[in-house]
């Protein structure tokens, strides 16, 4: 089975209350530092996928993914041993950086159906036990798929697709749904 990494940040305008700092303490390291860690790792991932437009760029150069994973890799690190299943998960999340296959194969192929790919989207709701994909073709599209979700540990979420459809302005198609896998939560910053 192929691992897929993807990377999401909170939307703006539903911004999750922050954890309290003393929540990421670490033996070896104090509050202080752990924040300043995890925002210089955060700067510095941030940095390597600013130009790679979601992951579709770095399909086709193993170097810079090796390096974006990696700097995901440095991210969890810092926040081993942090909750990050709890209700500050829930949020509407914005698709930074992905490998996942099906997702860049929507973004990249969205002109030939006449449209482009919009916001990517995952919408969790933990005590609804919810998590939403969205990836949205404006004016008018959408391509949406429901999961149910169950926290399975302090950083690990696993989820069952249960539907999907694409929408536009006048029509809608119901497609299948299939999949499952696990969402590995490392640090929020």
Same mark, same amino acid.
């Given at each position: ?30 509050? !202080?530092?752990? $924040?300043?860690?995890?925002? +210089? *790792?955060?700067?510095? #991932? &941030? ?34 041993? !942090?909750?990050? $299943?709890?209700?500050?998960? +829930? *949020?509407?999340?914005? #698709? &930074? ?93």
């Amino acid at each position: 089975m192929a691992t897929t990494t993807s990377l999401f940040l909170p939307m703006p305008f539903n911004t999750p209350k922050r954890l309290p700092t003393h929540c990421y303490t670490h033996p070896k390291f104090t509050s !202080s530092s752990v $924040t300043a860690q995890s925002q +210089s *790792a955060k700067d510095h #991932l &941030l940095t390597l996928i600013s130009d790679q437009d979601r992951g579709l760029k770095t399909q086709n150069d193993p170097t810079r993914r090796a390096s974006i994973v990696a700097a995901i890799d440095a991210m969890a690190a810092i926040g081993s041993g !942090s909750v990050t $299943t709890g209700d500050t998960l +829930s *949020a509407t999340w914005r #698709l &930074l950086w992905t490998t996942e296959k099906e997702q860049l194969f929507i973004i990249e192929k969205a002109p030939v159906f006449g449209t482009r790919a919009g916001d990517v989207l995952q919408v969790i709701d933990v005590r609804k036990l919810s998590l939403n994909n969205v990836i949205t073709f404006p004016p008018d599209g959408v391509f949406f798929v429901r999961s149910n979700i169950e926290v399975s540990s302090q950083q690990r979420v696993n989820f069952r697709f249960t539907s999907a459809v694409l929408r536009g302005k006048n029509w809608e198609i119901p497609l299948p749904p299939f999949g499952q896998g696990c969402c590995i939560l490392f640090l929020k910053v």
